[in-house]
């Protein structure tokens, strides 16, 4: 995601959309391809900010990531700056002796306004989105994202600057909002990548402490998996041996099961949006952790699926030292948005704004539920 790529809106982005040129646009926030299409260009709009500002455009009149997501009639809140700090020798040299040193782009929190002529905001329509990208190649900002990439896949990822200011704005940007309706609709999250791992921590974190239920768009979450190497009968059989050996440790570590069974409860009702393609080895995971989940819930014992979903071995190790984590595709509930098209890369935020039907884009939607 990281090269000079889909940066200009006019061209590369959901022209289905467009009317004429890049001034032009039409939403309808009750179609959920427009809602995804609009939190997607978002998303996007995060990866060209951080382009605007390594390449010196930034605040400038050729800033190209303005038109991601003013063309939708959002504002980006300048009071709530996601970024962080880099950490390089030569930037913490500076800040030694009192200069500004270098700060990367992580993400923005964006405000809908609506356009002149409607009376208010659709039920549909979010009052604020607040999106995260991903790595970037490329970019001076990659030593930083490969390390949180790193982390996510230790599942130590609550230990990371970067998810610890965003969990601060996030909380932030609730608490001065005079009120919050009861399902959390008028705030979203959304991701692509590793943004999609902050947007998920981020969601989780509020669900499960807070109960806020804010709808969350993942694009191509991470959760990489040994299983899709493998052949499919093989890994149905290690699924299903995986799942059967989990239930019977759950009895021998009742205090860690009750623990994911009260977190899975405190969760289910927080569906998430998942936008997935089986074809991309970063997010496959996911798709398997729910198909698999799926099949042995139909051909084993109920049970043993149920307690097999709320339980990790990685987890239940550190249990025994005392340790409780929770490995973060654990999730109870999800909307499942596989894309089925051979077209393209699986992995790339473009494919998400395409339409609906699209040689590029043939969507196959599942809804997952716990127990």
């Known amino acids: 995601m990281g090269g000079a790529k889909k940066m200009v809106f006019a061209e590369d982005g959901p022209k289905h959309m467009m009317r004429s040129g890049s001034t032009g646009i039409e939403v309808d926030w009750g179609k959920e391809e427009h809602r995804r299409c609009v939190t997607a260009c978002l998303v996007r709009g995060t990866y060209v900010m951080e382009h605007d500002r390594t390449t010196g455009q930034e605040n400038s009149p050729r800033s190209l990531a303005p038109e991601w997501w003013e063309s939708f009639h959002f504002q980006r809140r300048r009071d709530y700056e996601l970024e962080f700090a880099c950490e390089c020798v030569v930037c913490n040299t500076r800040r030694v002796f009192g200069a500004r040193g270098r700060w990367f782009i992580y993400g923005a929190v964006f405000e809908y306004a609506p356009p002149g002529g409607e009376p208010r905001r659709h039920p549909s329509a979010p009052s604020y989105i607040i999106a995260f990208r991903g790595t970037m190649p490329r970019y001076p900002t990659i030593s930083r994202d490969m390390l949180n990439n790193l982390s996510v896949l230790l599942n130590k990822q609550h230990l990371c600057g970067r998810f610890r ?77 995986g799942y059967i050996g989990k239930y019977l440790l759950g009895w021998v570590l009742p205090g860690h099961r009750d623990h994911m069974d009260e977190l899975f409860r405190k969760l289910s009702p927080w569906v998430p949006y998942l936008y997935v393609h089986p074809e991309d080895p970063i997010c496959k995971g996911f798709i398997d952790y729910f198909e698999q989940r799926e099949r042995i819930q139909e051909e084993l014992l109920p049970r043993v699926a149920a307690s097999g979903t709320t339980l990790s071995y990685r987890d239940m190790c550190l249990s025994v030292l005392g340790m409780q984590k929770e490995r973060p595709h654990l999730l109870p509930s999800a909307m499942v948005w596989k894309n089925r098209s051979r077209h393209g890369d699986g992995h790339g935020l473009w494919q998400w704004w395409e339409p609906e039907g699209s040689e590029k884009l043939v969507l196959s939607p599942k809804r997952y539920t716990w127990p």
């Open 165 to 241: 200011h965003a969990r601060e704005k996030v909380g932030e940007l609730l608490l001065s909002l005079s009120s919050i309706p009861g399902n959390g609709g008028a705030v979203w999250l959304a991701g692509h990548s590793l943004g999609a791992s902050i947007a998920l921590e981020m969601g989780r974190d509020l669900m499960s402490r807070m109960g806020h239920n804010l709808p969350t768009f993942l694009f191509n979450p991470p959760h990489v998996s040994l299983a899709p190497a493998i052949g499919e009968q093989a890994r149905r059989d290690v699924y299903t041996m």
